[in-house]
T-cell receptor
């Protein structure tokens, strides 16, 4: 069935360094790839997304890249700050009117001052 | 706009008891999802409604879980009887017509502890 793998499960970086989280999806019909940030005890919040007709998208310190051939997509956070510390989830969907998001297993990012 | 409302926020029950969760989506959102998020894992879809019809319940453990959305607005998810492994956060999400997966808004979730 549909599956999204996410690595690493934990990531610790020094403030100001970059962080990269990678995901691989199995459903070749997937065409929508969002990333969610979840702080402890809170709901997942969408931080950036990309559609299959685009290879890269950037929003300030956050960027997402997509390689449809390899079925990989990645989240890049530059100039990390302590408030970036959270669990990050990738997801994939066919983005039809009713289709669902399949989530990865999450990456716990810790940014040390 | 008001967000997705869920209640209760927390629930502790003993195994074999029953429990129900409630979700009120954003007004006008036709699609409603229930996800189960076990500690340390990503959310897993349990059931998806389009208005009051079920679109996908392939991962719902139907021997103990049930869900309904009778009037196409709010929804309830029930577990009967609960098992220890049902301890998780139950997240409700909704999306607007035409948005599908691209327009998810999550509720704050219900944290269930089964002891």
């Amino acid at each position: 069935g549909e599956n999204v793998e996410q690595h690493p499960s934990t990531l610790s970086v020094q403030e100001g360094d970059s962080a990269v989280i990678k995901c691989t999806y199995s459903d070749s019909a997937s065409n929508y790839f969002p990333w969610y940030k979840q702080e402890l005890g809170k709901r997942p919040q969408l931080i950036i997304d990309i559609r299959s007709n685009v290879g890269e998208k950037k929003d300030q310190r956050i960027a997402v890249t997509l390689n449809k051939t390899a079925k990989h997509f990645s989240l890049h956070i530059t100039e990390t700050q302590p408030e970036d510390s959270a669990v990050y989830f990738c997801a994939a969907s066919r983005r039809t009117l009713t289709d669902k998001l399949i989530f990865g297993t999450g990456t716990r990012l810790q940014v040390f001052p | 706009e008001a967000g997705v409302a869920q209640s209760p926020r927390y629930k502790i029950i003993e195994k074999r008891q029953s429990v129900a969760f409630w979700c009120n989506p954003i007004s006008g959102h036709a699609t409603l999802y229930w996800y189960q998020q076990i500690l340390g894992q990503g959310p897993k879809l349990l059931i998806q409604f389009q208005n009051n019809g079920v679109v996908d319940d392939s991962q719902l453990p139907k021997d103990r879980f049930s869900a309904e959305r009778l009037k196409g607005v709010d929804s309830t998810l029930k577990i009967q009887p609960a098992k220890l492994e049902d301890s998780a956060v139950y997240l409700c999400a909704s999306s607007a017509p035409g948005q599908g997966a691209g327009g998810y808004t999550f509720g704050s979730g219900t944290r269930l502890t089964v002891v």
